[in-house]
């Protein structure tokens, strides 16, 4: 993997952990209104964001090299005045969880994902195949690595917004 998006995964979700785990079991699964998601819930969704790009790049490396590929500025994620609906595969649970559940889920996700690209042979192969994401298009397999830390920054801004609301103290 490459060494710049291997330290922005490794910074965003320490990061992530930072801001919950803080937290007391109650204050993770409080909701600020009634159509928001709680930090779990958020937690939980960026789990499965993280589990559905490992089976994208998977299903994205049996397919044809497509050499015309636009890239993307997978940064503008991060914004979060444009609302992005959840596709239902990685809509969270209503369950209630604990932070260490909660931590224990990234971290197996993380896991998971490193594993994964340590078996492929040759990473360079990321830059030359694309699977279509449901938010921005047609990505390269590359960009789908690079949107998990962003979509992630994304989250954290919210979580640290829902902090304030339910009154959390630094």
């Known amino acids: 993997m490459n060494q710049l998006i291997n330290d922005h995964l490794c910074k965003t979700r320490n990061d992530l952990v930072e801001e919950i ?6 204050q993770l699964n409080a909701k600020p209104d009634a ?14 964001v993280e589990e559905s790009t490992v089976k994208a790049i998977a299903w994205g490396l049996k397919q044809e090299v497509n050499k015309q590929m636009e890239r993307k ?5 991060v914004d979060r005045t444009k609302k992005i609906t959840a596709p239902k595969i990685v809509e969270p649970a209503d369950d209630f969880f604990t932070v ?21 042979e040759d ?16 990505l390269a397999l590359d960009q789908w690595l690079e ?12 979580i640290k917004e829902i902090k304030a609301l339910i009154k959390v103290e630094h």
């Open 21 to 26: 785990k803080v937290l007391s079991d109650t």
């Open 73 to 77: 500025n997978v940064q503008l994620i």
């Open 100 to 120: 260490k559940q909660i931590i224990e889920l990234l971290d197996d996700s993380r896991k998971k994902l490193t594993t994964f690209l340590n078996t492929i």
């Open 35 to 48: 159509n928001s998601w709680s930090i779990a819930q958020i937690c939980h969704h960026l789990v499965l």
């Open 123 to 138: 990473p360079t192969i990321l830059a030359e195949k694309s699977v279509k994401h449901p938010a921005i298009g047609e």
């Open 147 to 158: 949107q998990i830390y962003f979509h992630e920054q994304r989250h954290i801004g919210q």
